[in-house]
Each structure stands twice: as C-alpha cells, then as structure tokens.
C-alpha cells in the first residue's frame, strides 16, 4: 500500500446549509443532520484513487470513469483500487454520499464488516431486484436510480438496536427505497465502514457521515411556574411579559411537555432546570411550538419564537458551542388560544448525537404517516391533473402524464408551460386528493423525480442578453389554451405566444428512462423565441452532443443540427435555443 | 328477546323503504355503476343522441349510451375524458361538453369521433390559492351564449377570498373573455335559470349565511358574503361595494338589501335542517308536464339530506320571493345535480365524499320517474296584501279548512353576521282570521294579520283533505314574503338579540361549586372531516365527576350528546322535527332519552361541560344531534 498524502476538506455539503438558523425544517426529525456532517478522511485511500474531476467516457454507456487530477473524488475500479477502509470503526450511523457508476457497475458499502447496500448500475433493467438501495438479500421497494455517469445521493440511517441492526431509512435521490428494515442478525462488533467496487468503476464524493453513540444529552430537575392570561395569541406576540403576572401555580416535572398543568388554554409557562450534554461540541436545537416560546441556555436567549406559530410549519433553529455537564435551561412558552391545537416540541442534535426530543412523547404530534393512494398509470398518457408540490411552492394548475409502458412520467405546470419534473416506476400517490375532502388536493410522484427549475419554457428575449423571464404576467405573452391528445395517446399542449402558436409534446423513449420532447412554432413571424431547454448549477458539454445538466443530474440532448446556448445566470447556467417559426426543435432528457 | 329483535330489524326495515317511497308519486329508481367506476357526480348533462354524460370528483367524465337500463353493463360505460381537477358541473354544446374544472373553463371535443375527447381546450383560467374549498362550478349556458361559473371561497377557519374572483359568479364568453358578473358567494354549488331566463343560484349555510337559501342573481349584484368584495375594484367588476363597509353583525339580509344599493335580498331561506342542509342544484321544470303538475317551478337538490325540494317563485314589484316545499327524500347519496331526460324523468347525480349524507352510499346516479297520478300537495303560494292564497293539485274538501286552527303560521328571519349559521330570530306566530275557499275549492286564501316584509313565514296546514279524504302529501311550506303586493300592512320590527339558549342540568358549562375544583377525569372530543368524531369511544369511570371538552375543528356546526341506549335514531330524527326552532335549542330535543349534552358550537370553537358520569356501568351512545348528523356522527361513552 503506498503512503497517502493528506488531504484538503471536501467540497461543501449540500447539506450543511440547512444548519442555518432559521430555516423552516419540514421534513421529520429522522435523516435531517442540523449540526454538521464530518466527512470521511480521504487521505486513507490509495492516493491515486484520489481524482478531481470523474466523468463517464461515453456518457450512459460508458464503462470506464475518466478523470482530471484533483483530490476531490474517490475513484474505485475493479481492477484498481476496489475497495476503501475508513480509519474509523462504527455502530449505529448516518451517512450520506454521492456516486456515479459505469455502465454495468456492482459495488456498494459494507457495514460494520458484514451487511452490504449494493449500489449497481440498475439502467435498462426494468426491476427493481438489484437496483441501488438493495441491503443483503434484501431488494428496494422500487428503482431509484439514474442512469450511468450522473451523480446520484444516497442517505440512510442505520441503528444497532436490542433486536439487532435496523436499517430505518435509505433514500436514493430523494426517494426512500427502504424503510423499516430489520436484518433479523444479532449486531455486529464495530467495524470500520468499507466502500467497494466488484466490478466496472463507482466514484464518490460529498461522504459526510455521523457515528452515534450511547452517551445523551437530558433535562434535569426541572421546575414549572403556570400563568393564566387573558385573550388570544397575535401573529406578531405571543410571548407576554411574565414579570406583570402572577403565578398561579408552580411544581416539578421529570420531563418537557405542555401537558405539566391542567390547563387547557390562555395559559403560560416558564421552565427552568439544566440541560447535561455528554461531549463537547456543537448542538443545534430546534423550537417547534403550537403557540410561543423563547428558549435560553446558560441565561443568554438561543431561539426566540415568538408569535403565533404553528407546530406543523414553523420551526426555529438555535446553534451554540456547549462544555460537557451542566447548562442552565429555560424556556416561556404560550400555548396557543385554540384550546384542542397543541404541541410542545425541543429537540436537539450534537457531537455524535442522532436528534432527539427533550420534550416527552406526548407534547408533541405524533401523526403516523398514511400508506399511499396509489393512481397507476393506464396505458400511455395518463392525465392527472391537481394541486402539486414544486420545491417549495404550491403549484394550482399542474398536470402529471404516466405512462404505463415505460413507466416514466412527468409533470408539467400548465401556468408557465413548464416541464416541472419527471420520474420512473409508479405514477402517483393521490391520497391527499381522493379520500375524504381532499384537503391538500396535492398528487405526489411515486418515484425519485428529477425536478427542474419550473421557469416559464418558452419567452421572446429582445436581445441576445435579455434575461430570461422568472415569471409570466397575467396576459402573457405565454397564454394556456389547452392540449390536444396525440394519436400515440399523450397530451400535445397548447400555448399562444407571438401571435403564433407552441405545440408541445413529451413522449417516453421506448427504453431506457428517458423522455423526447419536441416543440414547435407555427404562424408566427416572430423571430426571437426562445425555448429554455435546460436550468441548473453547471451545464457540461459532453462528448457526442450530450449535455451533463446541474452537474450530471441528467443528459440532454439535441436531434438534428440545432445548436444550444449556455448561457451564465446568476445562479448557475442555462441551456436555451431559438425557435424558429415553423420548424420544430426535438431534445431528449435522459436520466 | 329474538322476538323482539326481529321487531326492530322488520321497523327497520319498514322505516328504509317507507322512506324510500316517502313521495310514492315518484318513484326512485338506481341506474346500475359497474363494479369499479367510481362516479362521484360532479356534474351531468345530456347529449343529442340521448346518452348521459356524468363528470366525477376523481376528474372523469363517462358517456351512459343508455341511462335507462337496469343493469350494470359495463359495455353500456365508456370513458370520454379524464384527468380533470375535481370538475364540478358540465354541459353539452354543439358536439362538445363543457365542464368547469377548480380553475379552468375547458371545453372537451372528440375531433375522431373514437368516443374520446381528444381535445382538451382551456377557454378560460382563473387563479386558485391551493385551498381544498376553491371548488369551481359550471358552466350553464346562457340564452346569449355566453357561459356562467361560480367560484366557492377558500376555508380557513373561515370563508375568504384569497385570489381573484372567489367568491364571485363570472359571466365568459365562448372566446374566453371573463365577465365578474356578481359576488357574494360563498359555496354556490347550483345556479339556473327560472322561466323567464332570470339567474338564481343557491347557497349554504355558514359564515354570513344564515341559512341555505336561494337568491336572484342580476349583473352586479352583492348577494351576502363581503369576502369577495376584496375584488370589487378590479378592473371588469361591476360591484361598487367595498369590502370595509361591512361590520361583523349588520342586523338582517333584507334590511341591508332595503338600505343600500347593491345588496340583494335572498329569494328563498331554506330553514336549516327541515329544508336541508346543504342546497345544491336547480332545475327548472320545463317537462310540460312529463313530471307532473309543477310546470315552471324548480327543484332544488340537498346534499346532507338526499332530498330534493321544491321551489315555487313569485315576482312582486320587480323583485322575487318564493315558497319552498318538501318534494322527495330518500335518495342514495349526496344529491349535487338534477338534469331532464328526454323522457321527462329526472337524473340525480350523487356524492358524499367528505360530507356525509342521509343515503349512505358514498356515489351513484338515480332517476325519479312521475307514476302519471297528481299527487295531492300544496301547488303554490301566492302572496296577497293581507294574507296568502295556497292553491292545491286537487280541489279540496272544503269541511277540512273552516276551522281556524287549521293554519298555524309563523314568521321569523335570521342574523346577518360573520357568525357561521344563525338561529330562526324574531319568531312570531301570525292570526289567521279568514280563511275563503277559492278557485271553486283549488285554493283557499288566509287572511293574516301580521305579514312581514323580509320574513320568513312557515304555513302549517293540519288534516287538510281533497275530496277523496286524502291527505295532504306534505302539509307545510315556508314562503320568504320580501314584498308584500301593494305595500300591504306589513310592519318592520328591528332585530333583537336572538333567544340565547339557556343552560340546564344537562349541559353545565362550568364546574359545580361543590367539586371543591376537582375534576376525576377530564375527557376530550374533537371531530373528523366528514361528519365523524375523531373517537370512537371515550371511556369514563362510573359516578365519577367529568369535564368533557368539545373542540369542534370542522368547518361545520356540531354538537355532542349523551343519550340513552338504543335511541340515538329517535333522538336525530326529533332533532330534526324541532325545525325552525333546532338552532336555537341546540338542535337538542326536550326528551328523557337525552342525558347531557353541548351547546351547538360553531366551527372552531370549543365548549367544556361537567357530569357526573351514570352510575350504571356500561355503554352510552353519544351524537352529534345537527340536524342529520346523527346518521354517522356517533359514538360510544363507556362506563366502567
């Protein structure tokens, strides 16, 4: 083994700027690192394992990864160095990396020395047996994975439990392909975490991970003064001034909950006792409350949360820099007017430590989470349309086309003709639409979805330099007027633009995940429409024609000889191309 | 004990099919769903060639080539378009169906004629907010080709208008071009034309809106709810109102309408509970005849209470009122739309997903069919200076109406206020002093002393009879008196406070002294969309001293109450038989069977009560006793 030289950090965690203070925090508290990750020392490896830039020769079906010198990727082959050995051992942890395979890759990770997530190259199978996220025997609930030189993210969360080890979640860009999964063995010894490829090439970056041990942090003799208030909480000031109350009762409590008095509304309380953290370190603390609270530590104010606030949306995060033992703690909290509305919620996250409530289990909600309501494809072009989640925002005039033959499918905002985002395996979930009122009215892709920037597609830009539009104004130029089904079953739409018409239309490829999209202008003169083919971080012009889009998130590529344009924008690049009228422009997007 | 088991499942029995034929005059009849179409009818139109088309909440629309059959053939179902958003109304145009989707107009066409639209055109989009409760209804055509929509308000908490036009009806051209034509809406789930062209649509109870009603809707009119007068401003409108003039309480509808330009006065109040609980569509009887003797008057549908009523207009110095009757109950599922066929039965398009109803099916479609015998009802109410003519299907016997107290007439009104619902206030009982056959005994004309103008009136008639002895088919009927022909002597009398409904032994809503402020257990209850509680059963010790808190997180009134064994259907069933009265005592009837209960609670408000909990160990139904809830609104207080 030849000796390793040291290594830089890696490049910024995507994750890491969720630790911002602030930051609404919807997702639940398992698989969301706050504090931040440590990154597996990549000096360990073989050096010339080390590359800085890894692309796939022949994108998609490539089976060698080139690279360019750099120590910001580690490159396993199997017929080089196969495999790395982290310097650390490991029980339970988290860990979350990035990989690209070659065409026909196996490989995977190896846990504590004996249980393997395989990570092979699963394109153009049409099962989900040995797609990526397969543990042991074990296969993902579905196919997740993108095809062979994009980057793809993996997360998960392993616990050795009392009854063994427990994978509790994988995710695979974005999408859990495991959940829940009890191995039924006996847990292993600590052992250090292997990455290892049998056969083609695999590269990884962005390995950041937590080991969790046994050592936590707890509340300690904590005590409760109760104040009774008149009226309701205001969205601007919940929490009252306590020094003009009077208290109306006082007590102890082992544990954090709103439940301590048997109050149930126009109430108050304060607490205070001591926070003992076992490590030294960062924690980060996240507020949730149905009401108001403001949260202290060692009599300096952490978190304030003032205002009506909501248990469900609203979530506030405090970060500070914690000695071992014991920290004075105190919190105020309002509870909400609306007497039945409730939730109390602290939970904190540190050296080596998973987050976890400092409230006890019934402060909080506990709302399980609802099998879906699954709407299968039926035939090709079937039409959905409903209220959709896009990043975050809620978008009112959606539409989402399966496809039951080849099992892609995509979702489109009406609004802005926008190609919004596009998945494989099952259509969609569609709980929150058809049982009961329907509250949320929302259908949710049931596949990992590549999500693009659902920016207008289509705009006249003046001038070479024009920016391209964020948004349409309500009379245009880009006005809805509704889609035609083709003979091959799918929706065309429809959109007037430069007194001619767009017509456009995305039809599966016959294998492969992959979606053909052509689009054209008739009756129009104009001269300067443009069509945004493409959005993201870095756009890479590849080999034959086929463009890496947000950093090999997926292929595009152009029919014919039309030539795109890449053009700088503040956040990142874009892929635009001027639509001539009468004529159509075809592209395909590949993932 | 068998024995008397079998009883009650024979009264069962009985009771569902009496009710089924409770108009026997009309027959329901089911059109068969093949297993597996889910046809939550959204909206239901006819096409030249005779087939039905129905649009479903899950956003299909089916073609039923043949509506009358028996049977459930699934070749006698195809599926024209899908994919819609929850469209809730469509009509057929000149080889296309159109239908109003939550924000879109979209008109469907099958351009190959393979029985499917292959094109879906947008005529006309509107904004959404991303509320469950921006439903879209429409489009009904209009003489002048143009189409009408409607647009629900959003709920959250409350009823409000958060993008543009919610809470509005607009007025669109075949091109596209929207028309605001009239706010004030607030659910306005049926809207059509009487005989004379003349738009109605109606309403349901909730914030501003006392109760279901009807009102006529012309060119900028402002019919009740402010919330879409945030739009008002907006370029196309043609309200003048503003949002800010509206105060939380404003005394009553029609005096508002009476003082200021803009606001119209309903139609027709539809009295909670006894004339539904959720009006849905209207359909004018242009049959000829084909469905009996009430050419011209409309039927109104009722989702909560599968019913269909009756409505019978009048136009007085230019402005309209109406009388309502009970016409049919008994249907499957949540009645949404009534269409003709062109044999002149009537479709009756259902659902009850998310709001439950009195038929427990949760979809289907029904005909009712006129047996071809004039029923013996009342058949309309005309309003004279000092009084009503009632003029009946049948002439009557004419021994049965000298007495007096035949006709027992009430007059009342209800708040207009932010407040969701309002009790009947100001009841009053009216003096019938004459009452003079007419029409050589088709009609008898009362003479009342005290007629309001903007008042409901409730017109009871006790064992009148036609000249077989038979009774009448339905004895009451509510007129909405807003003018009383040539000024009559009608009297104005100001709003007062409404009857507060007192507290008894069996609601205590705050804890009994001698509890020295110690509860043994405290119990909560909240609810789940869709007419349900969100517990199933709640579990108390016996004697012990209980708070029980009931948090009413619906957008629905409710309430709960503890009843005897055994008589959760007699205590609904007198529940709804309190009438006019039910919002005022709670919807609580004064009977032994009930052992506590809650006031009536407005959506998102909370009461807490305290009870001894039975000494008898064992179980306890308990109910929401708003008028029909009680069908799924139960359950079970164990005493242990």
């Known amino acids: 083994m030849n000796r390793l030289t040291p290594l830089v950090l890696l490049v910024i965690c ?263 953290v076992p490590t030294e370190g960062e924690y980060m603390f996240e507020l949730r409350v149905q009401g108001g609270a403001i949260l202290f530590l060692d009599g300096k104010e952490l978190i304030n949360h003032d205002g009506e606030t909501n248990y469900e949306e609203d979530s506030k995060f405090g970060k500070v820099k914690l000695t071992p033992g014991d920290h004075a703690f105190k919190l105020l909290y309002r509870k909400e007017h609306m007497h039945w509305r409730f939730g109390l919620g602290l939970f904190v996250e540190g050296p080596g430590i998973e987050k976890m409530p400092l409230h006890s289990k019934g402060s909080v909600y506990n709302r399980q989470k609802p099998d879906p309501y699954i709407l299968k494809a039926d035939g090709k072009g079937s039409l959905h349309r409903s209220y959709l989640m896009h990043k975050d925002e809620k978008l009112t005039h959606a539409i989402s086309v399966g496809d039951a033959e080849e099992g892609v499918h995509y979702s489109y905002d009406l609004d802005n003709a926008s190609l919004l985002q596009m998945w494989g395996g099952e259509f969609l979930d569609v709980r929150q639409m058809w049982v009961g009122r329907g509250a949320e009215q929302l259908a949710v892709p049931m596949g990992a979805a590549i999500v693009h920037a659902g920016l207008p597609n289509f705009a006249v830009l003046p001038k070479k330099n024009t920016s391209w539009p964020e948004e349409l104004t309500e009379d245009g130029p880009l006005k809805f007027k509704g889609y035609d089904i083709s003979e091959s079953g799918g929706p065309v739409f429809r959109y007037a633009l430069a007194g001619g018409e767009i017509q456009d239309q995305l039809v599966p490829a016959e294998s492969g995940r992959s979606l053909q999209r052509s689009i054209s202008l008739s009756n129009s003169e104009e001269s300067k429409a443009y069509i945004l083919l493409a959005k993201g971080m870095e756009i890479h012009e590849g080999p034959n024609g086929l463009y890496g889009v947000d950093d090999f998130n997926y292929y595009l590529s152009v029919d014919g000889d039309a030539k795109p344009q890449i053009r700088q924008t503040t956040h990142g690049q874009e892929l635009i191309m001027a639509l001539s009228p009468n004529s159509t422009i075809s592209y395909s997007l590949t993932w | 004990m068998v024995k008397r088991y079998f009883f009650y499942i024979l009264i069962l029995i009985l009771g569902s099919s009496l009710m089924a034929q409770e108009n026997p005059h009309y027959q329901i009849e089911d059109l068969p769903i093949p297993e597996g179409i889910v046809l939550e009818v959204g909206g239901l139109a006819f096409m030249p060639d005779g087939a039905l088309a129905a649009c479903t909440r899950r956003g299909e629309v089916w073609i039923i080539k043949d509506p009358y059959a028996t049977s459930a053939d699934p070749a006698n179902f195809s599926r024209f378009a899908s994919g819609l958003h929850e469209p809730l109304g469509l009509a057929y145009k000149d080889g296309s169906l159109l239908t109003v989707q939550r924000g879109e107009l979209t008109k469907l066409t099958d351009k190959n004629g393979d029985g499917k639209a292959d094109s879906y055109e947008s005529i006309a989009k509107w904004p959404l907010s991303g509320n469950y409760h921006d439903y879209g209804y429409g489009p009904l055509l209009l003489p002048n080709g143009n189409m009408m929509v409607a647009l629900n308000l959003s709920w959250i908490g409350y009823g409000a208008s958060l993008v543009k036009w919610r809470g509005w009806m607009l007025e669109i051209t075949p091109e596209g071009e929207i028309m605001p034509y009239a706010t004030g809406m607030r659910s306005p789930a049926g809207f059509g034309l009487d005989a004379d062209g003349e738009l109605f649509y109606s309403d349901n109870q909730g914030d501003w809106v006392g109760s279901g009603r009807v009102s006529h809707v012309s060119k900028g009119d402002f019919v009740g709810n402010p919330q879409g007068l945030k739009w008002a401003q907006e370029e196309g409108s043609p309200v003048s109102l503003t949002f800010d003039m509206f105060a939380d309480s404003m005394g009553t509808l029609y005096t508002q309408a009476m003082q200021v330009d803009g606001i119209k006065e309903p139609t027709a109040w539809f009295p909670h509970g006894v004339m539904g609980i959720s009006t849905s569509a209207i359909l004018l009887d242009d049959t000829k005849g084909k469905f009996g003797p009430f050419e011209n008057q409309m039927f109104i549908g009722d989702q909560g209470q599968s019913k269909i009523m009756r409505m019978q207009l009048e136009k007085v110095d230019g402005s309209y009122q109406a009388a309502l009757f009970p016409f049919t109950e008994g249907f499957s599922s949540g009645v949404l739309r009534q269409v003709w066929g062109e044999d002149g039965t009537m479709f009756v398009g259902m659902t009850n997903r998310g709001w439950a109803s009195t038929g427990r099916a949760p979809f289907g479609i029904q005909r009712l069919k006129y047996n071809g015998k004039t029923p013996f009802e009342m058949h309309r109410i005309e309003a004279r200076p000092d009084g009503f003519e009632i003029f009946f299907t049948q002439k009557i016997n004419p021994a049965t109406v000298r007495n007096m107290d035949k006709f027992s007439i009430k007059s009342f009104t209800y708040h207009y206020h932010s407040t969701y619902g309002s009790p009947a206030i100001n009841i009053e009982t009216c003096n019938v002093s004459e009452a003079i056959l007419g029409d050589e005994g088709g009609s008898v004309y009362l003479k009342v002393d005290n007629l309001r103008e903007g008042y409901v009136h409730e017109i009871r008639l006790k064992d009148v009879k036609n000249q077989l002895g038979k009774k009448l088919l339905h004895d009451f009927a509510y007129y909405t008196l807003n003018k009383i022909p040539g000024g009559g002597t009608g009297q104005q009398t100001s709003t007062t406070a409404s009857n507060k409904s007192s507290s008894s032994t069996k609601r205590v809503t705050t804890m009994p002294v001698n509890w020295n402020g110690k509860v043994d257990e405290s119990v909560e209850i909240a609810t789940k969309p869709g007419m349900y509680f969100n517990k199933e059963v709640l579990e108390v010790k016996a004697g012990s001293k209980v708070k029980l808190t009931f948090n009413n997180d619906d957008d629905m009134q409710h309430n709960w109450v503890l009843v005897k064994k055994g008589t959760i259907d007699e205590v609904g069933l007198a529940a709804i038989e309190l009438g006019i009265e039910g919002p005022a005592k709670n919807y609580v009837p004064d009977t032994e069977n009930v052992i506590y209960h809650t006031k009536l609670l407005e959506p998102e408000t909370t009461e807490d009560i305290y009870f001894i909990a039975p000494d008898k160990p064992g179980e306890y139904p308990f109910v929401c006793t708003m008028a029909g809830h009680h069908i799924t609104m139960r359950g079970i207080l164990k005493v242990k």
Not at chain 1, 46 to 59: C, I, R
Not at chain 1, 98 to 120: D, P, R, S, W
Not at chain 1, 193 to 204: Q, R, S, T, W, Y
Not at chain 1, 206 to 231: R, V
Request: aromatic fraction near 8%; charge should be negative.
């Open chain 1, 14 to 276: 995507l994750l890491s700027s969720c630790a911002e203070e602030g930051l609404p925090e919807s997702s639940p508290p398992k698989m969301a690192i706050q504090t931040e990750l440590d990154f597996l020392p990549m000096e360990m490896g073989e050096s010339n394992a080390l590359v800085g830039k890894a692309y796939l020769e022949t994108p998609i079906v490539g089976e060698k990864i080139a690279s360019s010198e750099g120590k910001e990727i580690l490159l396993l082959e199997a017929d080089g160095n196969a495999s790395f050995i982290s310097p650390f051992t490991h029980n339970s942890l988290e860990l979350n990396l990035e990989f690209m395979t070659t065409k026909g890759a196996e490989g995977g990770i190896l846990l504590q020395g004996a249980h393997k997530v395989y990570l092979n190259d699963n394109w153009g199978t049409e099962s989900p047996s040995n797609a990526p996220g397969k543990i042991d025997e074990d296969s993902p609930m579905s196919d997740a994975s993108l095809a062979p030189g994009l980057w793809q993210k993996l997360r998960l969360l392993y616990h050795n439990t009392e009854g063994g080890p427990v994978f509790d979640k994988v995710e695979l860009n974005g999408y859990t392909v495991q959940e829940n999964l009890a191995l039924g063995t006996t847990n292993p010894d600590a052992a250090p975490l292997e990455l290892l490829v049998d056969k083609g090439a695999i590269a990884f970056r962005n390995i950041g991970y937590k080991l969790y041990g046994d050592k936590l942090p707890f509340l300690d003799g904590l005590s409760y003064s109760l104040y009774e208030i008149e009226g309701r909480t205001t969205a601007e000031d919940s929490i009252p001034d306590f020094s003009a109350l009077e208290v109306k009762d006082t007590g102890t409590s082992d544990s954090l909950s709103w439940q301590v008095t048997e109050e149930r509304r126009n109430y108050a309380l304060t607490f205070e006792g001591n926070l003992n």
